[in-house]
């Protein structure tokens, strides 16, 4: 099956830098989603990215479909940015493969 | 806005009881999906469906069963509940044509 590696698995921020997370997976996908999972456990869909570069605010998603990479750029963090970032792959309406996720903080 | 919801947020049961943890998604969507997510093992596929009445296993079934009646609703059910399915269970749901996911808030059960 489709293997997904984020890196890096944890990362600690001063507010208001910026930073960037990234995701690798193993065959080519036509899915591609970047997930936050607050503290109460919820995942909030960032990205729906199986390629090309998208924005939302401070946060931007570029997928590169044929290298097998995305990336999530945050800029300008904020302490409400902490909290566990999931990338998940998947081939059509298949089931989606989740990465191990970034666990980010971010500190006042 | 796509609403997924699930029925309990945090539920306590009992070794050896039956649960039923239900899920409602809003869009008309076709699929289905009952995830967990546990520390250090991350989030599992349990089961899904494609569209009513039907049903696929996913990584781990094991333990588990699902019921699809209605398009909007898909359940899981613990036959036997064990302390080994203490977990965060997940469901997300998806259009046909358009893939994108989307999740309810979770249900955190506890098993004693």
């Known amino acids: 099956g489709i293997q997904v590696e984020q890196s890096p698995p944890d990362l600690i921020l001063q507010e208001g830098a910026n930073s960037t997370l990234r995701c690798n997976f193993s065959d080519s996908v036509n899915n591609l989603q970047w997930f936050h999972q607050n503290p109460w456990g919820q995942l909030i869909n960032l990205f729906y990215?199986?390629?090309g570069t998208k924005q939302n605010g401070r946060l931007s998603a570029t997928t590169v479909a044929t290298e097998r990479y995305s990336l999530l750029y945050i800029s300008s963090s904020q302490t409400t940015d902490s909290g566990v970032y999931f990338c998940a792959v998947g081939q059509g309406n298949t089931p989606l493969v989740f990465g191990k996720g970034t666990r980010l903080s971010v500190i006042a | 806005d796509v609403k997924v919801t699930q029925s309990s947020r945090y539920l306590v049961k009992r070794t050896g009881e039956k649960v039923f943890l239900e899920c409602v998604q809003d869009?008309?969507?076709?699929?289905m999906f009952w995830y967990r997510q546990d520390p250090g093992l991350g989030l599992r596929l349990i089961y899904f469906?494609?569209?009513?009445?039907?049903?696929e296993k996913g990584d781990i079934p094991e333990g588990y069963s699902v019921s699809r009646e209605k398009k909007e609703r898909f359940s899981l059910i613990l036959e036997s509940a064990s302390t080994n399915q203490t977990s965060m269970y997940l469901c997300a749901s998806c259009s046909g044509g358009d893939y994108e996911q989307y999740f309810g808030p979770g249900t955190r059960l506890t098993v004693t």
């Open positions: 990215i199986p390629s």
């Open positions: 869009m008309d969507h076709e699929n």
């Open positions: 469906s494609y569209d009513v009445k039907m049903k």
